[in-house]
Nanobody, 119 residues
Framework: QVQLVESGGGLVQAGGSLRLSCAAS????????MGWYRQAPGKQRELVAA???????NYADSVKGRFTISRDNAKNTMYLQMNSLKPEDTAVYYC?????????????WGQGTQVTVSS
């Protein structure tokens, strides 16, 4: 089992910045990918950014150049630096940890943290 706890959400004006953190604990040896997802009201949850154990990253087109995902393996913590925030970035942001192996996937989720960007 893996436990994930997000922090760092809040209210910010458009153009501002926030940094989200995700502290992980438990059986992290089985995790080979971590990421941030978000879900806005009335919309499906979507991938924002992901990072592998080897620190390869990928981003949603909508956040490229504005968001940066990183991880500190020694601290079992993942971060999402969000700059130039837009009102459309408003959503609940979820931390995800996944064990992806031979086409199967086991996911763990945090409780979510609200990010609200005012115009």
């Amino acid at each position: 089992q893996v436990q994930l706890v997000e922090s760092g959400g809040g209210l910010v004006q458009a153009g501002g910045s926030l940094r989200l953190s995700c502290a992980a604990s438990g059986s992290m040896f089985s995790i080979n990918s971590m990421g941030w997802y978000r879900q806005a009201p009335g919309k499906q949850r979507e991938l924002v950014a992901a990072i592998t154990r080897g620190s390869s990253t990928n981003y949603a087109d909508s956040v490229k150049g504005r968001f940066t995902i990183s991880r500190d393996n020694a601290k079992n913590t993942m971060y999402l630096q969000m700059n130039s925030l837009k009102p459309e970035d408003t959503a609940v942001y979820y931390c995800n940890a996944a064990n992806v192996l031979f086409g199967s996937r086991e996911d763990y989720w945090g409780q979510g943290t609200q990010v609200t960007v005012s115009s």
